[in-house]
């Protein structure tokens, strides 16, 4: 079945450096979701990619989707203790209505 | 304000015993969700809805039961099927669309442990 993989599964940073998750499908995805889980909290949703090759901004987090429509990352320019938590990648299942395969998600931890 | 209210917040469920999950929204979204999460795992998802009075199983229904009877309420029945049941159970809503994945709002979640 439809696979969705996140690297690295856990990433240790001190603040000020960058940081970047990657999220790979073993199918093309017609679109890729990006979620943040902070510590004892629910995922909220950040962004939605559509286009092969966008790239979408939000302050110094900066969305990706690959040319292929299989691959996608996540980067933080000059991390802060705030952007702690798990991020989460989501594709659309093949099967189910408006369904997500979410990938395991990459823990990041932020040290002062 | 509009959201999703997951409740309760903590639950202990005994051997043998069945336990019921509250989701409600207000948020008028037609599709449902409940998912899954395990240490260091992803959302795995247990059931959705699409509409009030349908439902379809999700990768790991077994030892689940939900219903829909109303939109605003998505209720997840844990069973006494269910043999690993301790977890960290999240709801979830979004507008209802055929072809296009929309922006999945969640609750805060229900951590689930067995006595």
């Known amino acids: 079945g439809q696979q969705v993989m996140q690297i690295p599964q856990y990433q240790h940073v001190q603040e000020g450096e960058d940081f970047t998750t990657y999220c790979n499908s073993s199918t093309t995805l017609s679109n890729i979701q990006w979620y943040k889980q902070r510590p004892g909290g629910h995922p909220v949703f950040l962004i939605q990619l559509v286009k092969s090759g966008e790239v979408k901004k939000q302050k110094r987090l900066t969305f990706q989707f690959g040319e292929a429509k299989k691959n996608s990352s996540l980067h933080i320019t000059a991390t802060q203790t705030t952007d702690v938590g798990t991020y989460f990648c989501?594709?659309?299942?093949?099967?189910?209505?408006?369904?997500?395969?979410f990938g395991k998600g990459t823990m990041l931890l932020v040290s002062p | 304000d509009g959201g999703i209210t997951q409740s309760p917040k903590y639950l202990f469920r005994k051997e043998g015993q069945n336990v019921t999950l509250s989701c409600e929204q207000n948020l008028n979204h037609d599709a449902m969700y409940w998912y899954r999460q395990d240490p260091g795992q992803g959302l795995r998802l247990i059931y959705y809805?699409?509409?009030?009075?349908?439902?379809q199983k999700g990768d790991i229904a077994e030892g689940y039961s939900v219903s829909r009877e109303k939109k605003e309420s998505f209720p997840l029945t844990v069973t006494s099927a269910q043999k690993n049941p301790t977890a960290f159970y999240l709801c979830?809503?979004?507008?209802?669309?055929?072809?296009?994945?929309?922006?999945?709002?969640f609750g805060d979640g229900t951590r689930l442990s067995i006595l």
């Open positions: 809805s699409q509409i009030v009075n349908d439902f």
């Open positions: 989501a594709g659309p299942k093949n099967s189910g209505y408006s369904t997500l395969t």
């Open positions: 979830a809503s979004s507008i209802g669309d055929t072809w296009n994945n929309q922006p999945q709002h």
